[in-house]
């Protein structure tokens, strides 16, 4: 089956405590991506990938990082988070070409900061 | 500054209704994408327009891409209460990133029975 993983579905951490959120795909997708979505602000792109070692920043990447050493894996990675990081975070994949009608967002994981 | 506004924000309705929700910008882009998100779950997408004055039709779901590609509405036809969720535009600007994705705030439908 088709589709993308995201692990932990759901963590509560503390400010300053380094965390990774994992995002793995089994499509064979060139292009991944991370997004978080916020009451008011709709969904933001932080980073995206257009192919393995190939890594760009989206909208809001200040306080990220990502890697993409892979095809099939995109880790995000807080170095240091802080509450304004709390917020529910979606994994993309899709093939190189957007037209085609195949982009998977994965399930979510939903971060809460203290 | 939003890039793509949607309308409306909120819209309910009863089942057997048609509606049309809009995606807006002042900017071209290269292509735009709705999407159906249902709560605690990620996005759905449903379909992708790519040239300006494009109509795509899914069962009762009618898209169309404006001819200077920079709106898109989407149409349902006779709406049921599985049409409920936040539908949501997106595309990358013309002349940008492909990879880079502009997202719409979204338009919140509910569909009574």
């Known amino acids: 089956e088709a589709q993308v993983t995201q692990n932990p579905r759901y963590l509560i951490t503390v400010t300053g405590k380094k965390l990774t959120v994992t995002c793995s795909q089994n499509m064979n997708h060139e292009y991944m991506s991370w997004y978080r979505q916020d009451p008011g602000l709709g969904l933001r792109q932080i980073y995206y990938?257009?192919?393995?070692?190939?890594?760009d920043k989206g909208d809001v990447p200040e306080g990220y990082k990502v890697s993409r050493k892979e095809k099939r894996n995109f880790p995000l990675i807080l170095e240091s988070p802080s509450p304004n990081q709390t917020s529910l975070y979606f994994c993309a994949s899709r093939p190189r070409t957007l037209a085609q009608e195949t982009q998977y967002f994965g399930p979510g994981t939903r971060l809460l900061v203290l | 500054t939003q890039l793509l506004e949607q309308s409306p924000q909120f819209l309910s309705i009863q089942e057997g209704e048609n509606l049309t929700v809009y995606c807006n910008s002042s900017?071209?882009?290269?292509?735009l994408q709705w999407y159906r998100q249902e709560p605690g779950e990620g996005p759905v997408l449903l379909v992708t327009v790519v040239t300006g004055g494009e109509v795509k039709k899914l069962k009762r779901l009618t898209f169309q891409f404006g001819d200077a590609r920079k709106d898109s509405s989407l149409h349902i036809t006779a709406a049921q209460p599985g049409d409920t969720g936040l539908y949501l535009c997106?595309?990358?600007?013309?002349?940008?990133?492909?990879?880079?994705?502009?997202f719409g705030k979204g338009t919140k439908l509910s569909v009574k029975p």
């Open positions: 997106a595309g990358p600007l013309y002349g940008g990133s492909q990879g880079n994705l502009i």
């Open positions: 900017s071209v882009f290269s292509s």
């Open positions: 990938s257009m192919n393995v070692e190939v890594t």
